[in-house]
C-alpha cells in the first residue's frame, strides 16, 4: 500500500515526539575519525580494522544496534542539517529516509556462511572483510549513505574512508563521528569509519589509487563512477539513473496517479530510484493526468514549458546542465521561478511532452515529470529502454498484464524494477525487502547489504567432521 501526505505527516510527528528529548545539539558532537589528510584517515582506518576484525559477531552486531539507535535520535538534526547545506530536498522526507536506514539495513545476520558436508569431508564459504574499503557519497542521500554503507560495512568486518559530497561535508561527517561514537560506546575502536575535512577530487583520486584501499564503493553521477571503474580497484558503481515509469490501459489509473507522485515527490525527486518521467498509452493518458492532478500535481502547457526549460537548465557553451538552484526544490519554488504562484498542496510539475525531450531525457532530480504520449504498450517500452540510457538502474510500471510486465522487465534489465507502487517500495519503504542507498547499477551487484562488502573463501576439511 502507497503512504500519503497526511500519514507521512503523522509519521514524522511521532518520530519527532519520541525523539525530542535525546536529540542532541548539532555543535556538541565532538567530531571523531575525521581528519584533514585522507591519507591519515587511511592508516587510522587500517588499524582500526585490524581490530573489528578479530571481533567477534556478536560485539560487531552490538556497534551496529548502537549505530542504528543513534541515526534514529539524530535522523532530525541530520534531515535538517542536509537540507540547510546541500539547499536540497526535505526535512520530513528526509527523516524517514534516515529511519528505513535505521530499521532496514541488514546487520551481521547478512553475512552467511555455505557449508558441504559428505563422505570426504566438510567444506565452508566463508565470507570475509575486505579491509579498508574506500566510500564516494553523494550529496543527494549525504548521511543516509554514511549510515547505510558503515553499517554493511563494518558488518562484513571492514572499516570505511569516506570522500564525501564537498556540498555535503558537515552533514556526512556528523554522521561518520556518530559511527565512531557508536564504536566507541560499545568498547570498539574509534576509526571505523573516517573522512576528511575537506574532500576534494584530488582527495577522492588518492582514495582511489591508495594500495590499502582494498574496495571502492561509489555512489554518484557517471563521472565518479567512471573514475573509479579506472582506478584498476575493484569497485562496486552505483551510478546515475533515469527511471522511466510505463502506464498502459489494464492499470488501475487512480492508484497508478497516486502512486507515481508520492514516488516522485518523495525528498523532491532527488533519490536515484524515483520515477523521472511517464511513458503512457494515449487511451488512459488524459484519466491518468486528471487523477495526478488531484494528486497534487501542476499541469503546464504552451510557452510555461519553454520556460521551465530554460528555468530548470543551463547552457554553457553547449554543455546543457542542471540548474542546481532547482535541484531538489519544491515543485512551488520551481513554479515561482517561472512567475507561478501555487500553494502548498502543489507537489510536482506535469507536461505534455514529446519523445525527444530535452527534460524527459536528462536525468532532473526535481518533482516535475515529462508525460510522452505513445499508441501501444511496446512503443511505450522501446521509448522507456531509451530513456534509461542503459544505465540499467530502475524502472517502473503500472499495468494488470503479466505479459507486458515481464516484456518491459526483460527489456529494461535494470536493477530495480517496481511494479503497481511507488519507486520508494524498491528501497523496503512500505515494500518487502531491506533498505540500502547504494545500488550498483553499473557494475551490476544491485542493491548493495553486508555480504556486498565481502569476499568469498573456500574452507576444506578433509575426511573429518561428516559425522552421518
Ligand atoms: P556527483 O557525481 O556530483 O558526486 C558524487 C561524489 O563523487 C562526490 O563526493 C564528488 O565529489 C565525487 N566526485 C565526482 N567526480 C569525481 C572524480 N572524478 N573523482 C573522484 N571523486 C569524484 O553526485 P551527486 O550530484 O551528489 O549525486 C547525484 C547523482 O548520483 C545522480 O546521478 C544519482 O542518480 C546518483 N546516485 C546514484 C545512487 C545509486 O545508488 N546508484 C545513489 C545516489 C545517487
Known amino acids: 500500500m502507497a503512504i500519503n501526505e497526511s500519514q507521512i505527516e503523522e509519521i514524522v510527528k ?93 546487520g ?7 557449508a558441504w558436508s559428505g563422505d570426504n569431508g566438510l567444506t565452508l564459504i566463508e565470507m570475509g572483510a575486505f579491509g579498508v ?24 568486518g571492514n572499516t570505511v574512508v569516506f570522500n564525501p559530497h564537498p556540498g555535503a561535508v558537515k552533514v556526512s561527517n556528523y554522521a561518520v563521528t556518530l559511527v ?78 497516486k502512486h507515481i507522485v508520492d514516488g516522485a515527490t518523495f525528498d523532491n525527486n532527488l533519490p536515484c530510484i524515483a520515477e523521472k518521467e511517464v511513458v503512457a498509452v494515449e487511451s488512459i493518458v488524459e484519466e491518468l493526468k486528471y487523477h495526478m492532478i488531484n494528486n497534487g500535481c501542476y499541469e503546464l502547457k504552451g510557452s510555461d514549458i519553454d520556460k521551465l526549460v530554460n528555468t530548470v537548465l543551463i547552457n554553457n557553451n553547449g554543455i546543457i546542465g542542471l540548474n542546481r538552484d532547482c535541484v531538489g526544490k519544491d515543485a512551488k519554488v520551481i513554479l515561482k521561478k517561472l512567475g507561478i504562484e501555487v500553494d502548498d498542496s502543489i507537489r510536482c510539475i506535469i507536461f ?19 508525460i510522452v504520449k505513445v499508441e501501444n504498450v ?34 529494461i534489465d535494470t536493477a530495480i524494477f517496481v511494479k503497481n507502487a511507488p519507486s520508494y517500495s524498491a528501497l523496503g519503504f512500505n515494500g518487502e525487502g531491506y533498505c540500502t542507498f547504494t545500488i550498483a547499477s553499473r557494475t551490476g551487484e544491485g542493491l548493495t547489504s553486508g555480504k556486498t562488502f565481502t569476499k568469498s573463501r573456500r574452507c576444506v576439511l578433509s575426511d573429518g567432521l561428516s559425522i552421518r
Do not use: W
Not at 551481521?108 to 555455505?114: A, K, L, Q
Not at 574499503?133 to 563494518?154: A, F, R
Not at 531509451?386 to 507486458?404: F, L, T, V
Open 378 to 411: 511496446d512503443e511505450a517500452i522501446k521509448l522507456a529502454v531509451r530513456y534509461e540510457h542503459g544505465n540499467r538502474h530502475s524502472a517502473h510500471m503500472h499495468s494488470k498484464n503479466i505479459d507486458n510486465l515481464t516484456k518491459y522487465g526483460r527489456e
Open 180 to 257: 565512531n561514537e557508536a564504536s566507541v560506546e560499545c568498547g570498539g575502536p574509534e576509526n571505523i569509519a573516517c573522512s576528511v575535512t575537506k574532500p576534494t577530487l584530488d582527495s577522492g583520486k588518492i582514495l582511489m589509487t591508495h594500495k590499502d584501499i582494498a574496495l571502492l564503493a561509489v555512489t554518484g553521477g557517471p563521472g565518479v563512477v567512471t573514475a573509479a571503474l579506472k582506478s584498476g580497484k575493484r569497485a562496486l558503481g552505483a551510478g546515475a539513473g533515469n527511471p522511466p515509469v510505463v502506464v498502459d490501459e489494464t492499470a488501475d489509473l487512480q492508484s497508478a496517479a
Open 352 to 370: 505534455d511532452a514529446d519523445e525527444d525531450h530535452i527534460l524527459v531525457l536528462e536525468e532532473l532530480m526535481m518533482p516535475i515529470l515529462g
Open 133 to 156: 574499503i574506500g566510500g564516494i557519497t553523494p550529496s543527494t542521500n549525504p548521511s543516509c549513505t554514511v549510515l547505510c554503507n558503515s553499517i554493511g560495512m563494518i558488518a562484513g
Open 14 to 106: 511521532q518520530v519527532l515526539l519520541n525523539v525530542s528529548g535525546t536529540t542532541k545539539v548539532k555543535n556538541e558532537n565532538k567530531a571523531i575519525g575525521i581528519f584533514e589528510d585522507i591519507e591519515e584517515a587511511i592508516d587510522a582506518a587500517k588499524i582500526a580494522q585490524k581490530k573489528i576484525k578479530k571481533m567477534s559477531m556478536e560485539q560487531r552486531e552490538k556497534i551496529i544496534t548502537r549505530i542504528r539507535e543513534k541515526t534514529r535520535e539524530n535522523a532530525k538534526i541530520m534531515s535538517e542539517m542536509a537540507v540547510e547545506e546541500t539547499g536540497m530536498g526535505r526535512v520530513d522526507h528526509k527523516i524517514l529516509k534516515h529511519l528505513l536506514v535505521a530499521d532496514k539495513t541488514p
Open 108 to 114: 551481521t545476520e547478512d553475512i552467511t556462511t555455505t
